[in-house]
C-alpha cells in the first residue's frame, strides 16, 4: 500500500492533464472570457502571463471542450522551423499530408483560406508563441486577415519585455487575456481541492495558514513554483514517514519541513 | 533522492542565522541596561544622599533584579549614617539578619552584600507530540472548513463519509447541506434517499427520487429508485 505522503507528492508533479485542472475563481473568469473571445469574429487573441499561471492547461481544456462542437486545434509545441509549422497548417486545412521534400506556396494558402471563408471556421491555439520569429508571426497574421483561421497565442510574459508592446501584437491583437499568478485564497483553495480530490483530507487539514501563508511567500502564487514546492515538502514528509516519525507531527505539518523545502529548492539560503 | 541529513544541517544554519539578529539585539540591550546601572552606581555618592533616595534606589534595583548579576560592595564601612542606610536596605532583603543585629552594631563584609538570585532561567522544552489525528477530529475539521468555506467538495465529502461509516443522519444533514448550494449535485440526491432507506424511510426515500427524476431523468436515480421499490 501506498504511503499517504507518497500519493500527495504524485498530485504535484507539474502537468498540463486536463483531469487534474482545479477551478478556482480567477481560472474560471479567464475560461469564460476565452471561450467569448473564440465565438466572436476576432481575428487573433493573446493569452499572456508569466510561466507557470496556467495557460497550457487552459489551453488544454478549451480544446478538450470544444473538440467535438469546432475545428480545433493545438500547437502545443512550437515548430522550430517555418516549413514545419506551415506543413501542420497545411495538413488541418487541407486534411491532407504535404511529401515531406515539398514546401507550402504561403501566398497560395492564403488564397486558399480566403476560399472557405464563412464555410468553415478554424481556431488554431499556439503555445510557448514567444518562441516564432516575427516573419512567422507575420505570416500567422496574414493568414488570421483571411478571417477563415482564428489564432489563439499564448505567451509568456517576461520582467523585462512587454510582449502587448510587440509591434506584430499591438496593432494585430484584439482581445488579451492574462492570467496572474493566485493570491493566498486562491493558492490555499488549489492545495486543498487538489489533495481533497484524491480523498487526502488528513492531509489537507495537517496544511495550517501558517504553512499556506509561507508557501504563498516562496512561490509567489506561481501554480507551477507551489507544485514544485509542495512536491519537496511531502517528499520530506515521506522520508520522515518511513524513516523517523518522530520528528512529523501528523496532524499538523511543521514549518520546518516548508523550509526546508524551500532550501533544497533555493527559495532561501542557509 | 533527498540528502534529508544535509538538509537537516543546512535548515539548522539557515534558522540560526535568522534568529542571529534578535541575538544581537538581546545582546545590546543587555549591554544598554547593565550600562546604565553601572553609571547610576558610579555617580552615586552616598555622602549626599538622605534615605528617601536609598529606598528609591533600592526599588530600581529590585526591579533590574535579573539583569544585575555583580554585588553591590559598600566601602564606608564606618560610617554611622550609612550603617543606617544599610539597615533599611536589609530590612527589605534580609529581615532575619536584622531582627538579630542593633541598628548601631557595625556590620560584617557578608551584610554588606545584597544578595541576588543568579540561578538559571528555566527553559521550557518544546516537546513533539505525535498525534494521529482519529477520523472523527478530521471530519470536524473538515465540517469547521465548510462552516467557513461554503465549499461544496467539502459537504460532499462528509455526506460520502458518514454514509460509509453508517452515520445516516448525519449523512442526510451534509447531503441536504450540498444539495442547499447546489440541487443539481446527483450525489447528494442519491445519498440523501439511500440513507433515508437505512434509517426505514423507504417511502420519502422514492418520494424524493421521483422527484429529482422528473427534473433531471438521472439514470443512476432511476437504478436507485428501481433497487429500492424492489427490495
Same mark, same amino acid.
Given at each position: 500500500?501506498?504511503?499517504?505522503?507518497?500519493?500527495?507528492?504524485?498530485?504535484?508533479?507539474?502537468?498540463?492533464?486536463?483531469?487534474?485542472?482545479?477551478?478556482?475563481?480567477?481560472?474560471?473568469?479567464?475560461?469564460?472570457?476565452?471561450?467569448?473571445?473564440?465565438?466572436?469574429?476576432?481575428?487573433?487573441?493573446?493569452?499572456?502571463?508569466?510561466?507557470?499561471?496556467?495557460?497550457?492547461?487552459?489551453?488544454?481544456?478549451?480544446?478538450?471542450?470544444?473538440?467535438?462542437?469546432?475545428?480545433?486545434?493545438?500547437?502545443?509545441?512550437?515548430?522550430?522551423?517555418?516549413?514545419?509549422?506551415?506543413?501542420?497548417?497545411?495538413?488541418?486545412?487541407?486534411?491532407?499530408?504535404?511529401?515531406?521534400?515539398?514546401?507550402?506556396?504561403?501566398?497560395?494558402?492564403?488564397?486558399?483560406?480566403?476560399?472557405?471563408?464563412?464555410?468553415?471556421?478554424?481556431?488554431?491555439?499556439?503555445?510557448?508563441?514567444?518562441?516564432?520569429?516575427?516573419?512567422?508571426?507575420?505570416?500567422?497574421?496574414?493568414?488570421?486577415?483571411?478571417?477563415?483561421?482564428?489564432?489563439?497565442?499564448?505567451?509568456?510574459?517576461?520582467?523585462?519585455?512587454?510582449?502587448?508592446?510587440?509591434?506584430?501584437?499591438?496593432?494585430?491583437?484584439?482581445?488579451?487575456?492574462?492570467?496572474?499568478?493566485?493570491?493566498?485564497?486562491?493558492?490555499?483553495?488549489?492545495?486543498?481541492?487538489?489533495?481533497?480530490?484524491?480523498?487526502?483530507?488528513?492531509?489537507?487539514?495537517?496544511?495550517?495558514?501558517?504553512?499556506?501563508?509561507?508557501?504563498?511567500?516562496?512561490?509567489?502564487?506561481?501554480?507551477?513554483?507551489?507544485?514544485?514546492?509542495?512536491?519537496?515538502?511531502?517528499?520530506?514528509?515521506?522520508?520522515?514517514?518511513?524513516?523517523?516519525?518522530?520528528?512529523?507531527?501528523?496532524?499538523?505539518?511543521?514549518?520546518?519541513?516548508?523550509?526546508?523545502?524551500?532550501?533544497?529548492?533555493?527559495?532561501?539560503?542557509? | 533522492?533527498?540528502?534529508?541529513?544535509?538538509?537537516?544541517?543546512?535548515?539548522?544554519?539557515?534558522? $540560526?542565522?535568522?534568529?542571529?539578529?534578535?541575538?544581537?539585539?538581546?545582546?545590546?540591550?543587555?549591554?544598554?541596561?547593565?550600562?546604565?546601572?553601572?553609571?547610576?552606581?558610579?555617580?552615586?555618592?552616598?555622602?549626599?544622599?538622605?534615605?528617601?533616595?536609598?529606598?528609591?534606589?533600592?526599588?530600581?534595583?529590585?526591579?533590574?533584579?535579573?539583569?544585575?548579576?555583580?554585588?553591590?560592595?559598600?566601602?564606608?564601612?564606618?560610617?554611622?549614617?550609612?550603617? $543606617?542606610?544599610?539597615?533599611?536596605?536589609?530590612?527589605?532583603?534580609?529581615?532575619?539578619?536584622?531582627?538579630?543585629?542593633?541598628?548601631?552594631?557595625?556590620?560584617?563584609?557578608?551584610?554588606?552584600?545584597?544578595?541576588?538570585?543568579?540561578?538559571?532561567?528555566?527553559?521550557?522544552?518544546?516537546?513533539?507530540?505525535?498525534?494521529?489525528?482519529?477520523?472523527?477530529?478530521?471530519?470536524?475539521?473538515?465540517?469547521?472548513?465548510?462552516?467557513?468555506?461554503?465549499?461544496?467538495?467539502?459537504?460532499?465529502?462528509?455526506?460520502?463519509?458518514?454514509?460509509?461509516?453508517?452515520?445516516?443522519?448525519?449523512?442526510?444533514?451534509?447531503?441536504?447541506?450540498?444539495?442547499?448550494?447546489?440541487?443539481?449535485?446527483?450525489?447528494?440526491?442519491?445519498?440523501?434517499?439511500?440513507?433515508?432507506?437505512?434509517?426505514?424511510?423507504?417511502?420519502?426515500?422514492?418520494?424524493?427520487?421521483?422527484?429529482?427524476?422528473?427534473?433531471?431523468?438521472?439514470?443512476?436515480?432511476?437504478?436507485?429508485?428501481?433497487?429500492?421499490?424492489?427490495?
Amino acid at each position: 500500500m501506498k504511503n499517504r505522503f507518497e500519493i500527495a507528492k504524485n498530485i504535484f508533479v507539474d502537468s498540463v492533464d486536463v483531469s487534474d485542472y482545479i477551478e478556482l475563481g480567477a481560472s474560471q473568469a479567464a475560461y469564460r472570457k476565452l471561450e467569448s473571445s473564440i465565438d466572436k469574429p476576432l481575428k487573433m487573441v493573446l493569452l499572456f502571463g508569466k510561466p507557470g499561471t496556467g495557460k497550457s492547461i487552459l489551453l488544454n481544456r478549451i480544446t478538450n471542450e470544444l473538440k467535438h462542437k469546432k475545428e480545433i486545434y493545438y500547437f502545443d509545441t512550437p515548430a522550430t522551423t517555418q516549413k514545419e509549422f506551415f506543413h501542420k497548417v497545411f495538413k488541418i486545412l487541407t486534411k491532407k499530408e504535404l511529401p515531406s521534400n515539398a514546401e507550402v506556396n504561403f501566398a497560395a494558402l492564403v488564397e486558399f483560406c480566403k476560399g472557405f471563408r464563412g464555410k468553415r471556421e478554424i481556431i488554431i491555439l499556439l503555445d510557448e508563441a514567444q518562441m516564432y520569429d516575427a516573419d512567422l508571426m507575420e505570416k500567422i497574421r496574414l493568414l488570421s486577415d483571411s478571417r477563415a483561421v482564428k489564432f489563439i497565442v499564448s505567451l509568456h510574459k517576461t520582467e523585462d519585455e512587454d510582449l502587448i508592446a510587440k509591434e506584430h501584437f499591438q496593432s494585430r491583437i484584439w482581445e488579451v487575456i492574462e492570467l496572474k499568478n493566485a493570491n493566498l485564497e486562491e493558492l490555499s483553495t488549489y492545495v486543498h481541492k487538489k489533495l481533497l480530490k484524491h480523498n487526502l483530507f488528513e492531509v489537507s487539514n495537517a496544511l495550517k495558514d501558517k504553512n499556506l501563508k509561507l508557501i504563498h511567500k516562496y512561490t509567489d502564487g506561481n501554480f507551477r513554483e507551489c507544485n514544485k514546492l509542495m512536491y519537496t515538502i511531502f517528499e520530506i514528509c515521506e522520508y520522515y514517514d518511513m524513516n523517523d516519525p518522530n520528528k512529523l507531527n501528523y496532524s499538523k505539518l511543521p514549518v520546518k519541513i516548508v523550509e526546508m523545502a524551500a532550501l533544497k529548492l533555493g527559495y532561501i539560503n542557509a | 533522492m533527498l540528502d534529508i541529513k544535509e538538509l537537516e544541517q543546512q535548515w539548522k544554519q539557515y534558522n $540560526n542565522k535568522r534568529k542571529r539578529p534578535l541575538y544581537i539585539m538581546g545582546f545590546l540591550g543587555l549591554l544598554i541596561v547593565s550600562g546604565s546601572i553601572f553609571v547610576v552606581n558610579k555617580n552615586f555618592d552616598f555622602n549626599k544622599i538622605n534615605i528617601d533616595n536609598f529606598s528609591n534606589l533600592l526599588s530600581v534595583k529590585n526591579e533590574q533584579k535579573s539583569i544585575e548579576t555583580k554585588p553591590v560592595i559598600v566601602k564606608s564601612k564606618n560610617d554611622y549614617l550609612l550603617n $543606617n542606610y544599610l539597615k533599611d536596605m536589609i530590612l527589605l532583603t534580609k529581615p532575619k539578619t536584622v531582627e538579630s543585629t542593633n541598628s548601631l552594631t557595625p556590620l560584617d563584609d557578608e551584610d554588606l552584600y545584597i544578595e541576588k538570585d543568579i540561578s538559571k532561567p528555566v527553559i521550557n522544552k518544546k516537546k513533539i507530540s505525535i498525534i494521529k489525528v482519529s477520523n472523527n477530529n478530521a471530519y470536524r475539521d473538515v465540517e469547521r472548513r465548510f462552516r467557513r468555506t461554503h465549499n461544496i467538495n467539502d459537504s460532499i465529502f462528509l455526506a460520502n463519509m458518514y454514509y460509509k461509516r453508517k452515520n445516516y443522519k448525519k449523512a442526510i444533514y451534509w447531503s441536504m447541506q450540498t444539495n442547499k448550494l447546489d440541487k443539481n449535485i446527483e450525489e447528494s440526491w442519491l445519498i440523501f434517499a439511500k440513507s433515508k432507506v437505512k434509517l426505514g424511510h423507504k417511502n420519502e426515500a422514492i418520494r424524493v427520487l421521483k422527484a429529482y427524476i422528473k427534473r433531471s431523468n438521472s439514470y443512476e436515480a432511476r437504478k436507485l429508485l428501481k433497487k429500492i421499490i424492489n427490495n
